[in-house]
């Protein structure tokens, strides 16, 4: 009976693609105060994420959304989780991180939903990539 509230869906910006060739100097990851993150994304695990990345394109292609969209989409559609906190540096962000759940997007975003669109057959062949299916651990007792 206890949910998550997930935060940083996006992983501080790693699974929106910018990362995909480096560090761009005008990223958070470039900035001091993030050096641990600049860090991560250029360690060897980070490379693998940006492997994974790669490899979920095709679903969010599929689905007719961005990889942010799905990641949001992913965090929601998990039985666990109650809330999912969403952090952008322009409206824009905001807006195309929306269309994970609502009808339209705007700007260029997806025309619908992405939440709906995650069946079991999608969840699972993203978990398949992922390598981190969430666990869960229901009671019945009660």
Do not use: F
Not at 25 to 54: N, T
Not at 67 to 87: D, F, K, M, T, Y
Request: proline share 5%; charged share 20%.
């Amino acid at each position: 009976g206890v949910g998550a509230m997930t935060w940083s869906p996006l992983a501080c910006g790693i699974i929106s693609g910018k990362y995909g060739n480096g560090v761009p100097e005008s990223s958070r990851a470039a900035l001091k105060c993030y050096q641990w993150l600049k860090e991560k994304i250029i360690s060897e695990e980070g490379r693998k994420q940006q492997v994974k990345l790669k490899d979920l394109s095709p679903i969010a292609e599929r689905l007719g959304c961005t990889l942010p969209q799905l990641a949001v989409a992913w965090c929601l559609r998990n039985e666990g989780v109650s809330s999912v906190l969403l952090g952008s540096s322009n409206p824009e962000q905001l807006i195309e991180n929306l269309g994970a759940i609502q009808a339209s997007a705007g700007g260029g975003g997806t025309s619908t939903e992405v939440l709906p669109k995650m069946t079991s057959h999608i969840v699972n062949e993203i978990d398949n990539i992922l390598g981190n299916k969430p666990y869960s651990k229901k009671d019945y007792r009660s």
